[in-house]
């Protein structure tokens, strides 16, 4: 290959080297910008905001109203109030509570003497001593505890009831120990029925006499006596 040849053959390579090599990049030229651009950039750029936000913001806010539910508790309606009134008798008669001296006190009717040894008599209430222990004049030891007893029978046309009828000491030397005894018993008409009455002698030598009597409410009757002696 001669010299000329071999030139162009180079020069050819060179040229399509080149044609396939891709281009450089041109350098960017950015614009100058004169004094204040920015801010007039900045002021563009808040203006498009606003505006944005001016399209999408809500047109008007609505409030919400809460609609109160109805309630399921019943209507009561109170009932009127009965109204009770006592009324007191224009008069009235008082009651009297009988206590156990006035319902005794309702038995008898009139008020006699006691009698001795036979017995003192009302209207109604009759007695009659049968026996009396101890004997009269019976001798005990000083301080030396015994029994009086007197047996009596109903001669009256009323019944001695127990609940309404007691015995009680009247007078005399005090050689008790408990000064009232009810009845243990009723004494029908013509029935009879033993007193008795714990004692004891008087410390002292002497003749002693104590008086007791039946009674029926504030009526007595039927004197009651024992005489003993101490040495």
Request: with cysteine.
């Amino acid at each position: 290959m001669n010299r000329n040849k071999r030139v162009v053959y180079i020069l050819a390579i060179v040229a399509l080297t080149l044609a396939c090599a891709p281009l450089l990049p041109q350098p960017v030229t950015f614009p100058t910008n004169g004094p204040g651009a920015i801010d007039t950039f900045v002021a563009a750029t808040y203006g498009a905001a606003a505006t944005q936000t001016a399209v999408f913001a809500p047109t008007s806010t609505s409030t919400a109203t809460i609609t109160p539910t109805a309630s399921n508790t019943p209507t009561v309606t109170p009932l009127p109030t009965n109204t009770i009134i006592f009324r007191l008798p224009a008069t009235f008669t008082p009651v009297k509570i009988a206590t156990s001296s006035t319902k005794k006190a309702a038995t008898a009717t009139t008020t006699g003497g006691g009698g001795g040894g036979g017995g003192g008599t009302t209207a109604n209430y009759k007695c009659s001593v049968v026996s009396v222990t101890p004997a009269n004049n019976t001798i005990f030891s000083p301080n030396a505890p015994f029994t009086a007893q007197w047996k009596v029978k109903n001669i009256g046309d009323t019944q001695w009831d127990e609940n309404s009828v007691d015995y009680l000491y009247i007078n005399g030397a005090s050689m008790h120990t408990q000064a009232l005894y009810d009845l243990t018993a009723n004494v029908a008409v013509n029935a009879s029925i033993t007193l008795s009455v714990s004692m004891q002698a008087p410390s002292s030598p002497g003749t002693y006499s104590a008086t007791w009597s039946m009674r029926a409410g504030a009526t007595r009757f039927c004197s009651l006596k024992v005489t003993i002696k101490v040495q």
